[in-house]
């Protein structure tokens, strides 16, 4: 069964970033990335910006695989996070609910301009309360607007030394606008297995618990996505995805309260090369991963 806010009752969804940068069309890329890892995805995360509408044509044809989307929305490259918190893009807003509203009745996660922690500059329309306020302002206006089918995601970047910051705890716009919560955590070679990723601390932050530590505390009754996740190819360090997907396949039920992993797929991303089978073993151990029971226990809705 399948909650009103996409929370899978039994297990977790399996999902992919498929081919990021490469140029290729959406659904090619998400059909070649079904054929590498030998089934298919529950979810599938896309990118939009500013004035896009979405789902596009050919996302609806994607989610009607059935397949879940993860939208991610950076709402304004011309605006400040002050600026649309007090209403400088509504008509933008309207106009995508409009869109959602004639086009796509079905539910999908709608994700507001991820890893904010990246971007806030206090004092320039950027504080984390400006951006806690712009969440809560988009998410409100888009369901004023109709747009009920949108499941909500705050997503944090799962870099530890944002949280040192004395701004951190304001970022999260509240409990009623947010459905779940997400982390992108990468594995680059200097932590340990999957245990170590979703709860990286870091030597200079001692009472930093982890991210999954820290969201069961502070968001006990939502359920936990890795919006992105992977790992960077190292070649001092071959067998480092294998490792981490043969110890994400032994660890995973420690964590119970992760919902969605959703892997991040890229040979040009910003750290490196994130393909799961850029090796033999790799390959391998992210196809077992993805044939656990865990992520084969919920259907998709259909869209």
Sequence with gaps: MVTEKLIPTCGAWWGIAPDVFSGRAPLRSVEMA???MGRRADIVHVYHHGADLFPTPEERLIAQGPRLLLVNWKVAVDHTWAQVAKGAVDDRIDRLAAYIAGTFP???F?????????DVRPGRGYSAADYAAMFRH???????????????VMTYTGAPDYTAKPW???LYPGDDV?????????ADGRGGDFAALVNRTRPGRPSWPGFYRWIQNRFPAKPIMLA???????PDRPRLKRDLFVSAARQIGEFPQIKALVYFDSAVAGGGDTRFDTTPGATRAFGALGRLHRFNATAVPPS
């Design 34 to 36: 079904e054929r590498r």
């Design 106 to 108: 079905g539910r999908f």
């Design 228 to 234: 992105e996740w992977g790992a960077y190819e190292r």
């Design 168 to 170: 951190f705890d304001k």
């Design 178 to 186: 947010v459905d779940w919560v997400a982390v992108d955590p990468y």
């Design 110 to 118: 709608l994700s507001v301009e991820q890893e904010p922690e990246n």
């Design 138 to 152: 988009v998410v409100t206006r888009l369901r004023q607007q109709g747009v009920t089918n949108a499941v909500t």
